[in-house]
């Protein structure tokens, strides 16, 4: 559980060396963290193993170190006001600070049930939130019962380990017994989640925002398309009928209640045939998706998440125009620098760019391309991904 505190106010944090922020670790949503809270009068502290992080070039003081680092963590809290991540890879173990007297995000209940997929799955079936059928296997044996045993209702089955993976690392598809030797060890010979192949229409994702005073406030929709297990682009709004979106949206505030969550919770979902919802995975954090905010909501998810931790009002954040944002991978550096002279021609689009050294299947940025309509900036973002892949490819002939 959080401690209890007085709300903080914006004046009460600033850059003047005042308590404010601390961010563990030092990635890209660590630095949208550090902007946001700069932007609204906080002083941005990040804890990450490198000086040249895109969160430590943000912060206003970067502490050089393991952001996973019980003693660490304590030591910088004592100048900070809330604690928060970005990144499920930080240990619960950080987050146990009990001499800590203002909000901790996510807790590390929290923490501990978000970057273990087995906690994840459990406790989503245990609080009667909508999940697809999964098992779960620690050994050879077990492994091979469960994916046999779904094999026989499915056609194919995917198998995750338990932790550590991400956009699409960490998981394997099986599509006969005979792969299933082969398949444990892929994944490590360690703890997995077995789950059958889920008939989806649709990916989409929802985020809440919760102050510690259980009050609430939902973000429209996000519709979201993945290559290669990469979140590729998101639309927002997402277009689906709005039967699937109150369902969408009740389902993230009910996890996100029951989780006791301060801070912001991304919940990734399936729209099955039938306008069913089904949970696929929880975040508590900013997310890939939630970049698309930045341009086209009136508050964007890192201004809430903010909001959240420093116990502001839940404010309700409106759809100020549609738009649709798309990753760029370090594979479009691959041939040469990318040139996005004609994106920034487009005055409805942006270009945002990490600062991370280039690699592929690595995210160095995102475009985000607004518009009347969602078809006009769908096609907009397509026209700028196909303009910028056919320059790589020239710049090597």
């Known amino acids: 559980m959080t401690a209890e505190r007085p709300d903080m106010h914006l004046n009460q944090h600033s850059a003047t060396g005042q308590p404010g922020i601390c961010i563990l670790g030092g990635g890209q949503l660590g630095a949208m963290l550090c902007e946001a809270a700069k932007r609204m009068g906080y002083f941005a502290i990040c804890i990450s193993p490198d000086d040249n992080d895109p969160a430590a070039r943000w912060a206003d003081r970067h502490i050089k170190g393991d952001p996973s680092d019980p003693l660490l963590v304590g030591s910088v809290s004592e100048h900070a006001a809330a604690i928060t991540v970005e990144a499920e890879s930080i240990a619960p173990e950080a987050l146990y600070q009990s001499h800590f007297r203002g909000i901790i995000s996510p807790g590390a209940h929290v923490q501990q049930i ?88 649709a990916e989409i994702s929802v985020i809440v925002a919760r102050n510690h005073r259980g009050e609430k406030c939902v973000f429209p929709v996000l519709q979201n398309e993945h290559r290669n297990g990469i979140l590729h682009q998101t639309q927002i709004p997402a277009p689906q009928p709005l039967a699937v979106i109150r369902t969408a949206q009740e389902l993230a505030v009910e996890a996100a209640d029951a989780l006791n969550l301060v801070g912001l919770l991304t919940v990734e979902m399936f729209v099955l045939p039938d306008g069913r919802v089904w949970i696929n995975e929880l975040a508590a954090r900013p997310h890939n998706s939630g970049h698309v905010t930045m341009r086209t909501c009136s508050r964007s998810q890192f201004e809430m998440h903010i909001s959240a931790l420093m116990g502001l009002p839940m404010a309700a954040v409106s759809l100020i125009t549609p738009g649709v944002m798309t990753n760029l991978l370090g594979d479009l550096w691959s041939r040469g620098e990318p040139q996005f002279d004609a994106v920034l021609a487009e005055s409805t689009a942006s270009v945002h760019l990490y600062g991370k050294r280039p690699r592929p299947g690595r995210k160095i940025g995102h475009m985000i391309h607004v518009a009347a309509s969602l078809d006009e900036a769908k096609a907009a973002a397509d026209r700028a991904f196909t303009a910028l892949g056919h320059h790589s490819v020239a710049a090597t002939q």
Do not use: N
């Open 114 to 201: 978000v970057q273990d997929r087995r906690l994840e799955k459990t406790f989503l079936a245990e609080h009667g939130l909508a999940v697809g059928p999964f098992a779960l296997a620690e050994t050879l044996d077990e492994f091979s019962t469960q994916v046999a045993a779904m094999l026989q209702t499915s056609v194919k089955v995917v198998a995750k380990t338990a932790r550590g993976g991400y956009d699409g690392r960490g998981q394997i598809w099986i599509h006969s017994v005979d792969e299933i030797p082969s398949a444990w060890r892929s994944l490590g010979q360690a703890a997995v989640v077995v789950e059958s192949a889920v008939d989806f229409t």
